[in-house]
């Protein structure tokens, strides 16, 4: 029962921090995609659920050796095998024996597996990279919006504190006005890391199973719609869970003897479902992100839809109040006050855009470079 226990751990990795700094979709791609893939790795080392991960039938009685040397040296099927009916001519999808082919020819029509040696590693390698985004953005970041944030919960704190943070803040913000650019561009671009990570996991698993990975899925879709008595299993094609494999010793007297092995990989079982399940969820993930990437797009070209996108998000705060901070500060300053407006109370935050505006519009006011335009919106 240590993977069931392994994977209750897992559920404390998906709960929210008490400081968030990125969007959902950021989350689920270091996340959501990270328990999935170290879940099924764990899963796939519990040999309590299933049991050996090769048994290989010979005529040999040392059975021990030869699953040993058959999960080290690889299996494989036969191409050709694949469309004949089993239990005629094949025994099994992609297993028979030898027909009208010689030696050369049926060698050529060998399709060998030996994957499953290293999917368990894989799968840890393919998590790391969805958290290297994360990783990257934590050292970026540095811990800004934790230390703005931090006590303005007026269930934590007394009203004292409170009305001190929010003090804290407008003053921070109004003296680093346009100074925050580089904090949204270097957390736009992490989240590009993410879509370009995802896409190219995407060939990298097609690389990884022999170019089959990427027509995975729709192939699958279609063999779920298809006539009972025209199907064929594309996830037997790619994961099979009946192969052969060839043992060479020498016999009694030092000939050396071929032995034919029938082995049983009850793990692609568990294999075939979850490479399927992290194809559509990459799909859907690529499709999030490169939405996500579009409307950061949209933001930055288009100024006039920052403020209806701040006050969607909090609508205790104004539109008109809105709209003044956004017009006299940049992109960097909209963002960390976007941002800002996730972590506190909305009331809180109502009461510091409001204030925000008025010192702004002050600022600017005294401002000797009023006439040049220094909190203007008409730069990024």
């Known amino acids: ?3 069931i226990k392994y994977l209750g751990g897992l559920k404390a990795y998906l709960a929210r921090g008490e400081c968030v700094n990125e969007s959902s979709i950021f989350r689920l791609h270091y996340q959501f995609t990270v328990v999935v893939l170290i879940g099924a790795s764990v899963l796939l080392t519990a040999a309590e659920f299933f049991g050996n991960p090769i048994d290989c039938i010979t005529g040999l009685s040392q ?3 030869i699953n040993t040397y058959c999960w ?7 191409q050709d095998y694949y469309l004949r009916e089993s239990g005629m001519i094949g025994a099994q999808p992609g297993v028979g024996p030898p027909a009208a082919y010689d030696e050369e020819e049926m060698e050529a029509k060998w399709r060998f597996h030996n994957y499953y040696q290293w999917v368990v590693f894989f799968l840890f390698f393919q998590a790391a990279l969805c958290y290297a985004p994360k990783f990257v953005w934590n050292n970026c970041e540095g811990g800004l919006m934790r230390t703005i944030g931090d006590g303005l919960n007026p269930g934590l704190h007394k009203e004292e504190e409170v ?3 929010k003090k804290v803040i407008i003053d921070y913000i109004v003296k680093h006005i346009r100074m925050h650019n580089g904090y949204v561009f270097k957390y736009w671009f992490c989240e590009l890391l993410c879509f370009i990570n995802i896409v190219g996991q995407l060939f990298l698993i097609d690389a990884f199973l022999g170019g089959e990975f990427l027509t995975y899925g729709p192939r699958v879709v279609e063999y779920s719609e298809m006539d009972q008595t025209e199907r064929v299993d594309p996830m ?12 060479h010793k020498f016999g009694p007297s030092g000939t050396l003897e071929r032995h034919d092995a029938f082995c049983l990989l009850p793990l692609n079982i ?3 479902k979850v490479f399927i399940t992290v194809w559509f969820w990459y799909v859907i993930l690529a499709i999030l992100l490169g939405g996500l990437l579009l409307y950061r797009i949209a933001l930055f070209t288009l100024p006039g839809l920052r403020p209806r996108a701040m006050h969607k998000h909090n609508k205790a705060v104004p539109i008109e ?6 017009n006299k500060t940049s992109i960097g300053d909209w963002w960390i006050l976007y ?3 996730t972590n506190i109370d909305p009331l809180i935050y109502r009461d510091i855009m409001v204030k925000l505006s008025k010192e702004i519009e002050t600022a600017n006011s005294n401002s000797p470079y009023n006439n040049a335009g220094l909190y203007s919106s008409s730069s990024v």
Not at 236 to 247: A, G, H, L
Not at 321 to 326: G, K, L, M, N, P
């Open 1 to 3: 029962m240590s993977a």
């Open 63 to 65: 059975g021990n050796v």
């Open 72 to 78: 080290i040296h690889s299996t494989f099927t036969i």
């Open 163 to 165: 009305s001190s943070r």
């Open 236 to 247: 037997i094609f790619v994961f099979p869970r009946m192969t052969k494999c060839y043992f």
């Open 270 to 272: 568990l294999n075939e």
């Open 321 to 326: 109040t809105v709209e003044a901070i956004t």
């Open 339 to 341: 941002v800002l407006s």
